[in-house]
C-alpha cells in the first residue's frame, strides 16, 4: 500500500511539474515575442526624409533675339463663269485654237465649225442674224468697228452696211481662213461686252454642236480665291489683314482677308474667307480653269521683330498698366513690349546681360 500510494503521489508530482513546466515554456515564448516586438519598435530604420523642393526663383540671362508669329491657311482658287455663248448653226468642230483659259482678243478664232472659222469681238447685242449688203443696224455698227480695229474699213461705222463695209467684209474673211462672200453668217460671230477675256470653249474636236448648243464659256477676269480658317485660327485673324499665296510656278500673289462666313461643309467651326486684290495678275492662265486650285497662303500676326528678348512668364503688370521684370536683386524694372509671340517678348528697357528672376523655367 505504502508503495502505491508513493507510485500514485510521484505521477502527481510529474503531471504538476509538466504543466509548470508549459507554462514557464510559453511565459518565455510570450516573453521572447514581446523583447522582440520592444526591440522592433525601438529600433526600427526609418525612411530617409524627402528632400523639401526648392522654390527659389529660377534667373534668366537677357540676350537678343527675334520673335515673330504667321499662320499658315489652306487657300483654293476657282475660274467662274459670267457668261455663256451659244452656236448659232449647228454642226462638226473641226478645230479649237484657243486652249481653254487663254486670252481671246478682238478678233481672234476661237473655234471651227464645219471648217468656218468662229470669231469674238466686242459688242452689246448679240449676233441674232445674218449680216449682209443694205442692212442697218447696231450689230452692223459692231461688225464696221470689228472691222476698222483689224485694219479693213476706214469708212464711218454708222450702223449701214454699204459696199465699203462689204469689201472690207470680204479682205476680213480672207484673213482667217473663211469663205470670201462678204456676207457674215450668224453663226462666224460671237459678240462679247469686253476684249480681251478669258474663254474655255466646251466642245472639243470632232464633237457635233446642235443649233444653240453651248458653244464657250466666258469666265471673269481672274479666279476667285478663299481662304478656309480653322475655328483655331479665326480668333487671330480679321478682315483687311494682307494674305500672301504660293502661286504656281514660284512666286507670291498678294491679296487681302474680306469677309468671313460659317463653312457650309468640312470641318465644323471652320470658316471660307473671300480674298480680294490683284493677286495672280499676268499669271493667272496657270490657275486650270475646270475644277479648284488647291495652294497655300501665309498671314503674318506678328511681324518679325529683334532685339532683347525676355520670357513672356517673367513679365507683370503694374497698377499703372506698365509691364515689369523682376531683376536679380529683387528690384522692379518697367519694360516696354515692343512684340511678342510664342511665350517671348522682344521689349525695351533691359540690356542684353541683365538677370531677371523668372517665376516658372520657361519651355523653348
Same mark, same amino acid.
Given at each position: 500500500?505504502?508503495?502505491?500510494?508513493?507510485?500514485?503521489?510521484?505521477?502527481?508530482?510529474?503531471?504538476?511539474?509538466?504543466?509548470?513546466?508549459?507554462?514557464?515554456?510559453?511565459?518565455?515564448?510570450?516573453?521572447?515575442?514581446?523583447?522582440?516586438?520592444?526591440?522592433?519598435?525601438?529600433?526600427?530604420?526609418?525612411?530617409?526624409?524627402?528632400?523639401?523642393?526648392?522654390?527659389?526663383?529660377?534667373?534668366?540671362?537677357?540676350?537678343?533675339?527675334?520673335?515673330?508669329?504667321?499662320?499658315?491657311?489652306?487657300?483654293?482658287?476657282?475660274?467662274?463663269?459670267?457668261?455663256?455663248?451659244?452656236?448659232?448653226?449647228?454642226?462638226?468642230?473641226?478645230?479649237?485654237?484657243?486652249?481653254?483659259?487663254?486670252?481671246?482678243?478682238?478678233?481672234?478664232?476661237?473655234?471651227?465649225?464645219?471648217?468656218?472659222?468662229?470669231? @469674238?469681238? !466686242? #459688242?452689246?447685242?448679240?449676233? +441674232?442674224?445674218?449680216?449682209? &449688203? =443694205?442692212?442697218? *443696224?447696231?450689230?452692223? %455698227?459692231?461688225?464696221?468697228?470689228?472691222?476698222?480695229?483689224?485694219?479693213?474699213?476706214?469708212?464711218?461705222?454708222?450702223?449701214?452696211?454699204?459696199?465699203?463695209?462689204?469689201?472690207?467684209?470680204?479682205?476680213?474673211?480672207?484673213?482667217?481662213?473663211?469663205?470670201?462672200?462678204?456676207?457674215?453668217?450668224?453663226?462666224?460671230?460671237?459678240?462679247?461686252?469686253?476684249?480681251?477675256?478669258?474663254?474655255?470653249?466646251?466642245?472639243?474636236?470632232?464633237?457635233?454642236?446642235?443649233?444653240?448648243?453651248?458653244?464657250?464659256?466666258?469666265?471673269?477676269?481672274?479666279?476667285?480665291?478663299?481662304?478656309?480658317?480653322?475655328?483655331?485660327?479665326?480668333?487671330?485673324?480679321?478682315?483687311?489683314?494682307?494674305?500672301?499665296?504660293?502661286?504656281?510656278?514660284?512666286? @507670291?500673289? !498678294? #491679296?487681302?482677308?474680306?469677309? +468671313?462666313?460659317?463653312?457650309? &461643309? =468640312?470641318?465644323? *467651326?471652320?470658316?471660307? %474667307?473671300?480674298?480680294?486684290?490683284?493677286?495672280?495678275?499676268?499669271?493667272?492662265?496657270?490657275?486650270?480653269?475646270?475644277?479648284?486650285?488647291?495652294?497655300?497662303?501665309?498671314?503674318?500676326?506678328?511681324?518679325?521683330?529683334?532685339?532683347?528678348?525676355?520670357?513672356?512668364?517673367?513679365?507683370?503688370?503694374?497698377?499703372?498698366?506698365?509691364?515689369?521684370?523682376?531683376?536679380?536683386?529683387?528690384?522692379?524694372?518697367?519694360?516696354?513690349?515692343?512684340?511678342?509671340?510664342?511665350?517671348?517678348?522682344?521689349?525695351?528697357?533691359?540690356?542684353?546681360?541683365?538677370?531677371?528672376?523668372?517665376?516658372?523655367?520657361?519651355?523653348?
Amino acid at each position: 500500500m505504502f508503495v502505491l500510494a508513493r507510485v500514485r503521489a510521484c505521477r502527481h508530482a510529474n503531471r504538476l511539474g509538466y504543466r509548470v513546466g508549459g507554462m514557464l515554456l510559453s511565459l518565455m515564448v510570450l516573453g521572447g515575442v514581446a523583447a522582440a516586438g520592444y526591440w522592433a519598435g525601438t529600433n526600427a530604420v526609418a525612411p530617409p526624409a524627402l528632400p523639401l523642393q526648392s522654390h527659389e526663383p529660377e534667373s534668366y540671362t537677357v540676350a537678343n533675339g527675334t520673335v515673330g508669329s504667321t499662320a499658315r491657311i489652306s487657300v483654293t482658287a476657282a475660274w467662274t463663269t459670267t457668261r455663256t455663248l451659244h452656236a448659232r448653226g449647228g454642226g462638226t468642230v473641226t478645230s479649237v485654237p484657243l486652249k481653254a483659259g487663254d486670252e481671246a482678243a478682238e478678233g481672234a478664232v476661237i473655234a471651227t465649225i464645219d471648217l468656218q472659222p468662229v470669231v @469674238v469681238a !466686242t #459688242g452689246s447685242v448679240p449676233m +441674232f442674224r445674218t449680216l449682209a &449688203s =443694205g442692212m442697218s *443696224g447696231p450689230d452692223v %455698227a459692231q461688225l464696221q468697228q470689228l472691222l476698222t480695229n483689224k485694219g479693213f474699213y476706214s469708212g464711218k461705222v454708222d450702223g449701214d452696211f454699204g459696199q465699203s463695209t462689204r469689201i472690207a467684209t470680204k479682205s476680213w474673211q480672207n484673213s482667217i481662213g473663211a469663205a470670201q462672200t462678204g456676207v457674215v453668217d450668224a453663226g462666224a460671230l460671237l459678240f462679247v461686252d469686253r476684249l480681251p477675256a478669258r474663254m474655255a470653249v466646251i466642245p472639243g474636236v470632232a464633237d457635233l454642236v446642235a443649233p444653240g448648243g453651248v458653244l464657250v464659256n466666258v469666265l471673269a477676269s481672274s479666279p476667285a480665291f478663299t481662304a478656309t480658317i480653322t475655328a483655331t485660327q479665326r480668333s487671330g485673324l480679321s478682315s483687311g489683314q494682307t494674305i500672301s499665296i504660293m502661286g504656281l510656278e514660284g512666286g @507670291v500673289w !498678294t #491679296g487681302t482677308l474680306g469677309t +468671313f462666313e460659317p463653312a457650309l &461643309s =468640312g470641318v465644323p *467651326g471652320s470658316y471660307i %474667307a473671300t480674298i480680294t486684290g490683284t493677286l495672280c495678275g499676268a499669271d493667272c492662265g496657270l490657275v486650270p480653269v475646270s475644277g479648284e486650285t488647291a495652294l497655300e497662303g501665309t498671314i503674318v500676326l506678328v511681324p518679325t521683330t529683334s532685339g532683347p528678348i525676355v520670357p513672356t512668364s517673367a513679365m507683370v503688370v503694374q497698377p499703372s498698366g506698365q509691364s515689369a521684370v523682376t531683376m536679380a536683386d529683387g528690384s522692379t524694372r518697367a519694360v516696354t513690349v515692343v512684340a511678342q509671340a510664342n511665350g517671348f517678348a522682344v521689349v525695351e528697357g533691359l540690356e542684353p546681360g541683365a538677370v531677371i528672376r523668372l517665376p516658372v523655367a520657361p519651355e523653348r
